[in-house]
């Protein structure tokens, strides 16, 4: 399993089910963009269990990714000054 990637200036993807998440998963990984495959932050409103953490610099290429491949997600989310999750993108 790939080290834990440091919260701060990461972001978070949730997904509403398991097969887009795992699905995103591959995607992101044949791209050799860093993740990390994580429970769902309770903070986060999502139908699946499982979110993909990476890092913020790689926010264009996973737009791209997710746009392309017609991924269904949530959102993508970052972290606030407060530490509370915000969503960036529907």
């Known amino acids: 399993m790939k080290e834990d990637l440091a919260v701060e200036g990461a ?4 997904f509403d089910s398991t097969q887009q998440a795992l699905r995103a998963e ?4 044949y791209a050799d963009i860093e993740i990390d495959l ?3 932050p309770k903070e986060i ?4 269990a499982l979110s993909i953490q990476f890092p913020s ?12 491949e017609h991924v269904e997600i949530r959102g993508i989310f970052a972290l606030d000054d ?3 999750y915000i969503n960036i993108e529907e």
């Open 11 to 14: 972001m978070v993807i949730a």
């Open 26 to 29: 591959m995607l992101l990984e």
């Open 38 to 40: 994580f429970p769902t």
């Open 45 to 48: 409103t999502a139908g699946c």
């Open 57 to 68: 610099d790689a926010l264009k290429d996973v737009q791209e990714i997710i746009r392309l």
């Open 82 to 84: 407060n530490e509370r």
